[in-house]
């Protein structure tokens, strides 16, 4: 129920939503009420409304402030300075303490990188956050690590989550967890030539821009054709020779064979074959590799020589 205030005029001015229960702020924020009780009494992020009879409330501003709580943690804020912030007075500006937390307060080791923390990150969904871990994973690690170890672990997870039976309208935690990936791997890209290209069909692009990636932290420019749009294409206006050194194929997209044939003729780049469905075929030049992290290897290898 809500509750007109007057205006300095004596109108109303404004509308005051009344206080809310436990029960209701739970529901309203997406966490457990015994949560609630825990940052009550912690750190003092309790309801302050009081009625007769009744147990205190959650005002307006309590629930404000537990919503900053809540999206600061979701970001990967420690629980006690995320609290801290949340208790901070406003900008004076319009945003909140926490809208404005520079990335490296977030970043501060706090920020968990494990399958199951980025899969909850991508379903909420929060893409800013998204992105944060698998930068940060990236410079660790590598981006073909990751995406072996972190994103594709945590896309498993959430296609085997009941969550998955439905989703709200604009959601897609597979697609954010890809665009935050994608956003990592453009940091990544050099400058200058690009001896290296990547075919792949469109299920296999993601996979294609990985390796691209890895050939990146090598200092390696790479990039990545469309094998759908190759087809009536002359081989040369996209693999140019001189320039181009190596190509690389991912899976077994319908022109695979033709390309890889045309490509072996020309003699004059190293062609490598990615992954267990790679077509079968053994010609001069032509290599095989079964991983991401074996291509990155043997690429980076054939350019230098």
């Excluded at 690389?248 to 074959?273: H, K, Q, W, Y």
Aim: aromatic letters at 2%; hydrophobic letters at 45%; a negative charge.
């Amino acid at each position: 129920m809500a509750r007109a205030t007057p205006g300095p005029g004596g109108g109303e001015s404004r509308l005051e939503a009344a206080p809310l229960t436990v029960a209701a702020v739970a529901r309203t924020l997406g966490v457990a009420a015994s949560t609630l009780r825990t940052w009550d009494r912690r750190y003092g992020l309790g309801p302050s409304a009081h009625q007769a009879g009744s147990h205190r409330r959650y005002t307006p501003e309590d629930v404000a402030r537990l919503q900053t709580m809540r999206r600061l943690t979701l970001r990967g804020v420690a629980p006690a300075d995320a609290a801290r912030i949340a208790t901070e007075p406003d900008t004076g500006e319009g945003q909140t303490v926490a809208d404005d937390v520079p990335v490296a307060a977030v970043d501060d080791g706090s920020l968990v990188l494990d399958p199951l923390t980025l899969a909850a990150a991508a379903v909420e969904p929060d893409l800013r956050r998204v992105h944060r871990m698998l930068q940060r994973a990236t410079r660790q690690a590598g981006v073909v690590a990751v995406w072996t170890d972190l994103v594709q672990p945590a896309e498993e997870m959430v296609d085997t989550s009941r969550r998955r039976l439905a989703e709200r309208p604009g959601t897609d935690p597979r697609g954010v967890m890809r665009v935050g990936l994608m956003q990592a791997i453009r940091e990544l890209a050099v400058t200058g030539s690009s001896p290296v290209r990547i075919l792949a069909a469109p299920e296999d692009r993601v996979r294609a821009h990985v390796i691209a990636g890895g050939l990146a932290e090598n200092d390696l420019g790479a990039l990545v054709v469309g094998a759908e749009h190759v087809a009536d294409v002359e081989l040369d206006s996209w693999l140019p020779p001189g320039e181009a050194k190596v190509l690389a194929v991912i899976g077994n997209p319908p022109v695979a064979e033709e390309v890889v044939t045309r490509a072996s003729e020309r003699g004059d780049v190293e062609v490598f074959l990615l992954g267990s469905q790679s077509p079968a075929i053994w010609l001069r030049q032509v290599h095989r590799v079964r991983t991401a992290q074996a291509a990155v290897a043997e690429i980076t290898a054939a350019v230098r020589e």
